[in-house]
C-alpha cells in the first residue's frame, strides 16, 4: 500500500454565515496552512482532523491502493486530489497525494 501525504493548502472563514447561522463556539479547527500529515495503509494520521479525515477517507484508500486519475485527467498529477473538509463556515482546503 502506497503511503499519502496530506497537507493543508488554503484555509477559508465566512464570519457573515458564523455570525448568521452558528451557535458561538469557543474552538474549532486546529489546521494551519503549511500543516501536512501522512496516511500510512489508509489509516487517519495522527493529529488529523477527525471530520476532515471522513471527507479524506475515501479518496486518500483510493490512492493509497494505486487508484488515481479522479475524473479522467481532472489532476495535473493523476496520484493526486485537492479536496476540502465539510464545515461550511471553515472549509480547509487540503492536496492529498501519494508520495511512495
Not at 10 to 35: F, Q, S, T, W
Not at 76 to 83: E, G, I
Request: proline share 5%; charged share 25%.
Amino acid at each position: 500500500m502506497k503511503k499519502v501525504k496530506i497537507t493543508v493548502m488554503r484555509m477559508a472563514c465566512y464570519h457573515d454565515l458564523i455570525e448568521k447561522y452558528e451557535n458561538p463556539i469557543e474552538h474549532a479547527c486546529d489546521m494551519k496552512v503549511g500543516m501536512s500529515f501522512v496516511s500510512e495503509n489508509a489509516t487517519r494520521p495522527p493529529g488529523m482532523c477527525d471530520s476532515a479525515w471522513e471527507t479524506l477517507k475515501p479518496w486518500v484508500a483510493q490512492l493509497a491502493n494505486g487508484g488515481g486519475d479522479f475524473y479522467d485527467g481532472w489532476m495535473k498529477n493523476k496520484h493526486s486530489a485537492m479536496l476540502s473538509c465539510n464545515d461550511g463556515f471553515r472549509p480547509v482546503s487540503f492536496l492529498i497525494e501519494t508520495i511512495e
